[in-house]
């Protein structure tokens, strides 16, 4: 068998994440929904590949994402494939099981390669769309180790077979501000080798909080081409590429405009794809308060935002939960997009699989018009990545644009790029200003602007108590751009103004302690104090309704001065006389010389915390920036050394397992 007619498999993740332990039984169950819910083959390129075009053969890019990241990663590889002598095929996870990486239709050859280039999201959780391929992944592993003595043998041997016939390596997309840095990456790369496969790299390491993009171009360009192309091309062969300057990218998707109105289509789950499925699912609801928090003294805005959703079919929630809300862009800037490229808003369109490209389902509702689809489900106002000035620069007809973008776009442009484009808060309804010889059909256009990603926020009501009503608390940011106008956040600012919003629910990770008579510490500065308000209005439940023995309520706030930012002060102080709050301690970071934050009080208060926690049992709950979480994180552990008299080791070890039972819960961002 040659070496370059191996076809190759590539996959892609993104986020922070903890492995789901699925169990075999929950392996089984998974098993059936599948069949039910998705019975169609997985679609992919398929047919003869022409291998004077394409001599090494078949890769497929299999992405898993929350950001959308892994998946513009995904496309740029998926453009420079061919130039390296692979046709590339670009599927997303969700839309995989484990045995789809060896048994795809390869047209030649019998073992499968495959590249996983995964990152991690939040405090160690999978990628949505990545949860289910890893149960299935540990639920295999457990089967194997014997866990689930019911599975036939056969059915193990099977999927171990399958696995060996598999090469792959990982690149992992993280962030060092996060405590399980790229714990995807690590899962991935270790358990397909459990699972059978044979590495052929070793794993790659991509972090958010300096220059992902920069990794993973020297990762690219470094490991995965060169061992591709040593791997499964002949020797000497050399790959020439047929493209002109004028060359478009590949697009996956074909345009096909409608005359006259007409209404979005009913789609079945398989009928949508995994990176769109909250446009279908949201819900409108309307705002009935929104006011403001901080004082006319503070320039800032922090909005108290009540949501009715009484009239919202299927929808509820939990307190604490995640709110996930469709921002919509700012009219003047969809004309603005309309203007630069010369197209209709009221003109109507659908979408399906451009030639070569297997259609994967709707990625918002179609058919749809031009302006509602500027409006809804394209970012343009946040800074593209360096890959995508990249895309931009093919169709720019100007070489100074052309040679602007490219420029910006290259690694010796990443100077200019940071300094040009993300400290000046450039978006794309910018760049198609300063570079107006951008022409790009509409098919094309949805191919290198970002979709409009939901945002979310920590709902700050209890559910018990507010079961028809979610309350938001919104930090609506508006920052001075270097030209002297005004960046403004597209989703708090709709919130902001917004009568209606789009919305959909998402479980948190707070959940008050099953025993009611537990103590609980909260420490949320700024908008992290969110979900302590719902868990004190849950407590409030409680012990007001249920009549249940309700432990002490200890909050930890911070802001900048009494008389500023003080968010909800009136409505704490009433609980703190009712003794619904214990106690309040609340930082004030510019009320004296030395700045004062939330992990300073707590460390002075750290005999209380040590008994609350060593002796009677708290949970604490930790929500705003990473940073602050990191000190409050190492301040607890301090205090586990000096007020526990515990060594480092064994305060690290105190921490992990609090986290391990629930009893420590962080959300940051």
């Known amino acids: 068998m040659d070496e370059q007619s191996i076809p190759f498999l590539l996959v892609v993740a993104t986020g922070t994440t903890t492995v789901i332990l699925g169990s075999a039984l929950a392996y089984v169950l998974m098993q059936k929904h599948r069949r039910v819910q998705e019975p169609e083959e997985i679609s992919i390129k398929s047919g003869e590949i022409d291998c004077d075009k394409y001599p090494g053969g078949r890769v497929s890019v299999y992405y898993a994402t929350q950001t959308g990241t892994a998946e513009t990663f995904a496309r740029q590889l998926e453009d420079e494939g061919s130039d390296h002598g692979f046709l590339i095929d670009v599927v997303d996870l969700e839309d995989v099981e484990v045995v789809d990486l060896t048994s795809k239709d390869r047209c030649d050859g019998d073992r499968a390669k495959a590249i996983f280039l995964t990152s991690t999201y939040g405090e160690g959780e999978a990628p949505d769309n990545a949860n289910i391929f890893v149960t299935e992944m540990e639920s295999k592993l457990a089967i194997e180790n014997g866990v689930e003595e019911e599975k036939k043998e056969s059915d193990i041997l099977a999927i171990s077979e399958d696995l060996k ?4 390596c990982v690149f992992g997309l993280g962030n060092t501000q996060y405590e399980h840095f790229n714990a995807m990456g690590k899962i991935f790369d270790s358990k397909l ?10 794993l790659g ?3 958010d909080d300096d220059d992902i993009e920069a990794d993973f171009e020297s990762w690219k360009d470094e490991v995965l081409w060169p061992t591709l192309e040593k791997n499964y091309l002949k020797e000497g062969l050399k790959v020439t590429s047929n493209k002109t300057n004028r060359d478009f990218p590949e697009t996956p998707y074909h345009v096909e405009f409608l005359s006259g109105a007409t209404k979005p289509k009913s789609f079945v789950d398989s009928g949508i794809h995994s990176s769109g499925k909250h446009y279908f699912s949201a819900i409108e609801c309307s705002v009935t308060v929104n006011r403001e928090l901080r004082s006319s003294l503070d ?15 299927d929808f509820s929630y939990a307190t604490a939960d995640n709110l996930g809300v469709l921002p919509v862009n700012r009219m003047e800037d969809v004309e603005s997009i309309a203007k630069s490229l010369d197209y209709n808003l009221d003109a109507v369109f659908t979408l399906s699989g451009s030639q070569n490209h297997e259609w994967h389902g709707a990625p918002f509702p179609i058919p749809i018009s031009i302006k509602e689809l500027l409006l809804c489900y394209c970012d343009l106002t946040s800074a593209p990545r360096r890959s995508e000035l990249k895309l931009l620069a093919c169709y720019a007809t100007d070489p100074i644009d052309k040679s602007a973008l490219s420029r910006m776009s290259s690694k010796e442009g990443k100077a200019e790029y940071r300094k040009k484009i993300i400290d000046s808060h450039i978006g794309l309804v910018n760049i198609l200003k300063m570079c107006p010889s951008i022409e790009a059909p509409l098919e094309h256009f949805l191919t290198f602007c ?13 559910s018990s108590l507010h079961p028809k009503s979610v309350h938001l608390t919104v930090s609506v940011t508006e920052t001075m751009k270097k030209d002297g106008s005004i960046y403004k956040g597209i989703c708090s600012g709709h919130l902001a103004k917004a009568s209606s919003v789009r919305i959909f629910n998402r479980e948190s990770a707070f959940r008050l302690p099953k025993e009611s008579s537990n103590p609980i510490i909260m ?6 104090v969110a979900p302590m308000r719902a868990l004190i209005q849950e407590r409030e439940y409680q012990r007001k309704t249920l009549k249940k023995e309700v432990g002490a309520n200890i909050l930890y706030f911070g802001c900048k001065r009494a ?13 703190k006389k009712s003794g619904l709050i214990n106690e309040i301690y609340v930082a004030f970071s510019r009320e004296t010389s030395k700045k004062v934050y939330v992990q300073h009080l707590l460390e002075k208060n750290a005999g209380e915390t040590w008994n609350l926690i060593g002796k009677q049992n708290a949970y604490i709950y930790v929500c705003g920036g990473v940073r602050m979480g990191s000190d409050v994180r190492e301040t607890l552990r301090r205090i586990c050394v000096s007020k526990g008299n515990l060594s480092t080791d064994a305060a690290d070890e105190f921490m992990r397992s609090l986290a391990d039972n629930g009893r420590y819960v962080q959300e940051l961002w």
Do not use: Q, W
């Not at 970002?450 to 209890?462: K, M, V």
């Not at 420490?523 to 992290?528: F, K, L, N, S």
């Not at 008389?563 to 609980?575: G, H, I, S, V």
């Open 523 to 528: 420490i949320g500065p700024g908008t992290g």
């Open 450 to 462: 970002p979709r409009l990603l939901p945002r979310f926020y920590t709902i700050s009501s209890s």
């Open 193 to 202: 080798e459990k699972l059978g496969g044979n590495r052929i790299a070793p």
């Open 165 to 168: 016939n598999l090469d792959y």
């Open 563 to 575: 008389n500023m930012d003080y968010l909800y002060e009136d409505e704490f102080k009433k609980m």
């Open 299 to 313: 320039p800032g805005s922090t909005k108290h935002i009540e949501i009715d959703v009484s009239r919202a079919k």
């Open 205 to 207: 390491i991509g972090n």
